[in-house]
C-alpha cells in the first residue's frame, strides 16, 4: 500500500488512550496506537498529533468551577497525554517532539509554527498538547487551527465510534451511518462530528476530515493510505 497523503494530522481523543481503563494511559493502548503511526513515518509520511484530555478532566461537567480554569486543568491532561504518547512512539523507535501551547519549557518546547514544520520535514512526529492554549476552545478546534496552520492535507479524527451517523448509535440502534457528508450538512443538522468552531474552521479552509474508530488501530495506516473507511467530511462538490 502506498501513502494517499504526505503530510496529515492526527487528532486521539483522551479516551481512546485509556482502553478499558476508560480513565488514565493504558499504555498497551497507546503503544498499539502508536505502531501504525510509526508504519506511516516510515512511508515517508509527516505525522502531527493533537492529543485530547477527557482520560483524565473535561472541564466542561465539572459546572461548579470557573470554566477558564477548569478548562487551564484540561490543558494540563492534554499535556500528559502527550508525553505518554511520545514516550511510546520513542519506544517504537520514532522520533518525537511534543510542542505545548502553554509555556513549559522543562518539558516540552513551546508551539512554534515554523519549528513544527521544520520538525515534520526531517521526519519527526510532533505533538501538540495543551489545546490552543485558551479556554472555551476544544482540542477537536485545536486539531483543526494546527492542521490549517501546518498546511496538513487531512484531519484524521480517531474516535471510538467508526463514523458519523444521523443519531447516537449507542442510545438509537437504526441510527444511520454516512459514508461522506459535508460540511455544511454536520453544521446544519447538528450532527457531534466535532464542535461547530472547529467544523468553521476546517470549511474555510477546506481541510477534509476523516472520522474512524480507533478500537482498531491499523485504521490510521488504511486512512493515511486512502482506504474509505468511517465517514469522510469535506466541502460541497
Not at 467544523?199 to 488504511?222: D, G, H, T, Y
Request: overall charge neutral.
Amino acid at each position: 500500500m502506498e501513502p494517499k497523503y504526505k503530510r496529515v494530522l492526527l487528532k486521539l481523543s483522551g479516551e481512546s488512550l485509556a482502553g478499558d481503563k476508560t480513565t488514565g494511559i493504558d499504555f498497551d493502548t497507546v503503544l498499539s496506537i502508536c505502531k501504525p503511526i510509526k508504519k506511516c513515518v516510515e512511508m515517508g509520511v509527516q505525522v502531527a498529533i493533537v492529543v485530547g484530555g477527557g482520560n483524565f478532566w473535561r472541564g466542561r461537567s465539572s459546572g461548579k468551577m470557573d470554566r477558564t480554569r477548569a478548562d487551564h486543568m484540561g490543558m494540563l491532561a492534554t499535556a500528559i497525554n502527550a508525553l505518554g504518547v511520545a514516550d511510546a512512539l520513542e519506544q517504537e523507535g520514532v522520533d518525537v517532539r511534543v510542542q505545548t501551547a502553554i509555556s513549559m519549557a522543562q518539558i516540552a518546547e513551546p508551539y512554534i509554527r515554523n519549528r513544527a514544520v521544520r520538525h515534520l520535514e526531517k521526519g519527526r512526529v510532533v505533538v501538540f498538547g495543551c489545546g490552543t492554549g485558551n479556554p472555551f476552545f476544544s482540542t477537536d478546534t485545536a486539531a483543526s487551527l494546527r492542521a490549517a496552520e501546518i498546511d496538513a492535507e487531512i484531519i484524521l479524527k480517531a474516535t471510538m465510534v467508526d463514523g458519523v451517523y444521523d443519531g447516537d448509535p449507542n442510545i438509537n440502534p437504526d441510527a444511520i451511518k454516512y459514508e461522506s457528508i459535508s460540511f455544511f450538512d454536520v453544521l446544519s443538522k447538528d450532527l457531534r462530528v466535532m464542535d461547530s468552531t472547529a467544523a468553521s474552521l476546517c470549511k474555510e479552509n477546506n481541510i477534509p476530515i476523516r472520522v474512524f474508530s480507533i478500537k482498531e488501530p491499523m485504521n490510521i495506516f488504511s486512512a493515511v493510505c486512502g482506504e474509505n473507511i468511517g465517514t469522510i467530511v469535506r466541502k460541497r462538490k
